[in-house]
């Protein structure tokens, strides 16, 4: 993968924001529990404008824990300058908002792990064996997980992360044909397919696929599609990403040519594919996750030099395809798998090449390679997938696939 070119973020500083509050009242011995009367409150706000000013008069915050600094602005500050009177009758009970545990930025990596596994086995249904194998994959590797914690700086917490999916709406999608949650079939609508007749689903999310989680980084190619098999699923093919991004997926034999060198294969389809993003015809980085920054002092890659300043998945609803998919373009680029011949499709087991797809959260400020939904990119580092010296980086993750039979 070449090397991003250089860019200048400013560091953290002592004035930046305050860390986001949860929208309701969540203490952690009464987790994902019903909200209280800070919820409603601030439910109302998104619907009656009087609201407003109730919640920007009377919400009182506590001081933040130091730990829980690196997070984003203010439930508070998101409410300033929307309403300018104060409404008529009586007096709401004033309600203190406390920071959200969850935006607590974790000091090592195996508590992010815990807290990362914790969060699987809630929002995900896993049995204890696939929880087993995947602890197992992450035990084996001294950097997979969410990033370095000592170096990451995410421009957006999890709590502001939900209430912008809130207030817009999104829910994960529930199809019983994929047997999974957050996953969306994947067709082709220019031919009369539909849903119903999907042979294959995606993941809506990167990995681990739980909304407003951040995505999984510093993971090789091996390691994706081993994840993906312990959780009942496999790696995409380099044609599933592209399909649901642009929103039709096409027949292998239409997508690749098979036999041909795979330079001289990816040049040719790159010279003839249609140039579509997932939300649209034209390039808008300001729709998806692309404007956090490098690490100061980042190379280009490697642990101990540059954090994985990433968004929350599923943080951008704009940023969406047709067919149901989410951060297809920017947040982090994802490891597929290539294959040269028909047996090598992922649907016949791990047989194929390495193939890095989309981009990722710095784009904004280093677009080095076209990240439309049908661009092939070149062999960075390529390797077959299953090669225990398959690549890894600090922006680089991956989503799952699965084969479905059509009823």
């Known amino acids: 993968m070449p090397r991003d070119p250089a860019c200048a973020p400013r560091p953290p500083a002592s004035s930046d924001p305050l860390p986001a509050l949860s929208t309701g009242v969540r203490a952690a011995t009464k987790r994902r529990r019903v909200r209280g009367a800070t919820a409603a409150l601030l439910a109302a706000v998104a619907v009656v404008p009087a609201a407003v000013a109730v919640a920007s008069a009377w919400?009182?915050?506590?001081?933040?824990?130091?730990?829980?600094?690196?997070?984003?602005?203010?439930?508070?500050?998101?409410?300033r300058g929307r309403a300018t009177t104060a409404p008529s009758g009586p007096t709401p009970e004033r309600v203190t908002l406390t920071v959200d545990d969850e935006d607590?930025?974790?000091?090592?990596?195996d508590e992010q792990r815990r807290r990362l596994f914790g969060a699987m086995r809630r929002e995900l249904a896993l049995s204890d064996e696939a929880m087993r194998r995947v602890e197992e994959i992450f035990a084996a590797s001294p950097v997979l997980g969410?990033?370095?914690?000592?170096?990451?700086?995410?421009?957006?917490?999890?709590?502001?992360?939900?209430?912008i999916r809130t207030l817009a709406g999104v829910e994960p999608a529930r199809e019983p044909a994929c047997g999974a949650p957050g996953m969306v079939p994947l067709f082709d609508p220019t031919r009369g397919q539909t849903a119903a007749s999907a042979s294959v689903c995606i993941d809506q999310l990167e990995f681990p696929n739980i909304p407003c989680e951040y995505p999984v980084v510093h993971v090789r190619a091996r390691e994706a599609a081993l994840l993906c098999r312990a959780i009942g699923k496999r790696i995409c093919d380099a044609h599933e990403w592209e399909g649901a991004c642009a929103?039709?997926?096409?027949?292998?034999?239409?997508?690749?040519?098979?036999?041909?060198?795979?330079?001289?294969?990816s040049w040719h389809h790159n010279l003839l594919r249609e140039k579509v993003w997932s939300y649209g015809p034209e390039k808008d980085h300001a729709?998806?996750?692309?404007?956090?920054?490098?690490t100061p002092g980042c190379p280009?890659?490697?642990?101990?030099?540059?954090?994985?300043?990433?968004?929350?998945?599923?943080?951008?609803?704009?940023?969406?395809?047709?067919?149901?998919?989410?951060?297809?373009?920017?947040?982090?680029?994802?490891?597929?798998?290539?294959?040269?011949?028909?047996?090598?499709?992922?649907?016949?087991?791990?047989r194929g090449f390495t193939e890095m797809k989309g981009s990722w959260f710095a784009f904004s400020s280093m677009d080095v390679h076209a990240d439309d939904c049908r661009w092939r990119a070149p062999a960075w580092h390529g390797t077959r997938l299953m090669s225990k010296s398959s690549h890894a980086n600090y922006h680089l993750g991956f989503r799952c696939c699965k084969d479905v039979e059509p009823p």
């Open 59 to 79: 919400i009182g915050v506590r001081t933040p824990t130091p730990e829980a600094r690196s997070a984003a602005p203010l439930v508070a500050g998101a409410l």
């Open 104 to 109: 607590i930025v974790p000091a090592t990596l």
């Open 146 to 163: 969410q990033g370095n914690p000592a170096l990451s700086r995410h421009p957006m917490s999890r709590s502001e992360c939900r209430r």
């Open 247 to 265: 929103g039709a997926l096409r027949e292998p034999d239409v997508e690749y040519e098979w036999e041909r060198p795979r330079d001289e294969a």
């Open 287 to 294: 729709r998806c996750a692309t404007g956090s920054s490098r």
């Open 300 to 350: 280009g890659g490697g642990w101990d030099r540059c954090g994985s300043n990433t968004y929350p998945a599923g943080a951008f609803p704009a940023c969406r395809s047709s067919l149901g998919v989410f951060d297809l373009h920017g947040n982090v680029a994802e490891h597929m798998s290539l294959p040269i011949l028909p047996g090598e499709l992922a649907r016949h087991g791990d």
